[in-house]
């Protein structure tokens, strides 16, 4: 299973933006269909954002589309989620997750993950 480390996480203020960044190692990073979850205080962990192993299709979450993008870099073993007019309910820890997988279908479910980052904290503001 590929290793996954996030990174961008922080404090900022409702209407602004942060990226988010996740790079994997000791396993094939093209393999892996690559998410985006978020857990605020309380609350299940929820899917955000997922993106094909090419890159070519992504989903996300109807509380995030049109202000959230993900992407990926498969030479440099990283996906991205650049999170623009953020709300403070977006605040949360996000968890980058990744499903080795040659198919198309992009799962929703946590439990279709095997492999994930161990977090980073988003605080929006009011």
């Known amino acids: 299973q590929v290793q996954l480390v996030e990174s961008g996480g922080g404090l900022v203020q409702a209407g602004g933006s942060l990226r988010l960044s996740c790079t994997g190692s000791?396993?094939?990073?093209?393999?892996?269909?690559m998410s985006w979850f978020r857990q605020a205080p309380g609350k299940e962990r929820e899917f955000v954002a997922a993106i094909t192993v090419n890159g070519a299709r992504s989903v996300y979450a109807d509380s995030v589309k049109g202000r959230f993008t993900i992407s990926r870099d498969n030479a440099e073993s990283t996906v991205t989620l650049q999170m623009d007019n953020l709300k403070p309910e977006d605040t949360a820890v996000y968890y980058c997750?990744?499903?080795?997988?040659?198919?198309?279908?992009?799962?929703?479910?946590?439990?279709?993950?095997?492999?994930w980052g161990q977090g980073t904290q988003v605080t929006v503001s009011s």
């Open positions: 000791g396993d094939t990073f093209s393999l892996y269909i």
């Open positions: 997750a990744g499903r080795r997988s040659t198919v198309g279908i992009i799962p929703r479910s946590a439990h279709d993950f095997g492999s």
